[in-house]
C-alpha cells in the first residue's frame, strides 16, 4: 500500500509563494504518473500539473506560475507556486499511478491566498 504525505500549505498572501510538498512511502520509480490535483469549496477537483509520458502539463490557470518537479533520491514531489491569486486556494492532493494503474491519493494540504 502507498501512501502519500503532502506538507507545505498555509495561509499566503495574494502574490506570495508556497512550496508543496508529497512524500511517497516508497520508491516513486515505480509510479508513471504523478501530479498535484485541488479541489475548492464548492467546485470539482481539478488537475494543476502532472508529470508522465516523458512529458508535464498544467492547467491553463496556474502556466508560467507552478512548477512541478520530483526528486527520486528523496521519494518527493514537489509543487513550487508563485504569483498566487485568491483563485487558487484550494485544498490540493497529491496524486500518484503505478505501472499497473493503480491510483492513489494523499490526504490533502489546505492553500489559502488571502490578504
Known amino acids: 500500500q502507498v501512501q502519500l504525505v503532502e506538507s507545505g500549505g498555509g495561509l499566503v498572501q495574494p502574490g506570495g509563494s508556497l512550496r508543496l510538498s508529497c512524500a511517497a512511502s516508497?520508491?516513486?520509480?515505480?509510479?508513471?504518473?504523478m501530479g498535484w490535483y485541488r479541489q475548492a469549496p464548492g467546485k470539482q477537483r481539478e488537475a494543476v500539473a502532472i508529470i508522465g509520458g516523458g512529458s508535464t502539463t498544467y492547467a491553463d490557470s496556474v502556466k508560467g506560475r507552478f512548477t512541478i518537479s520530483r526528486d527520486n533520491a528523496k521519494n518527493t514531489l514537489y509543487l513550487q507556486m508563485n504569483s498566487l491569486k485568491s483563485e487558487d486556494t484550494a485544498a490540493y492532493y497529491c496524486?500518484?499511478?503505478?505501472?499497473?494503474?493503480?491510483?492513489?491519493w494523499g490526504q490533502g494540504t489546505q492553500v489559502t491566498v488571502s490578504s
Open positions: 496524486y500518484v499511478r503505478n505501472f499497473a494503474y493503480e491510483n492513489y
Open positions: 516508497g520508491s516513486i520509480s515505480m509510479f508513471n504518473t
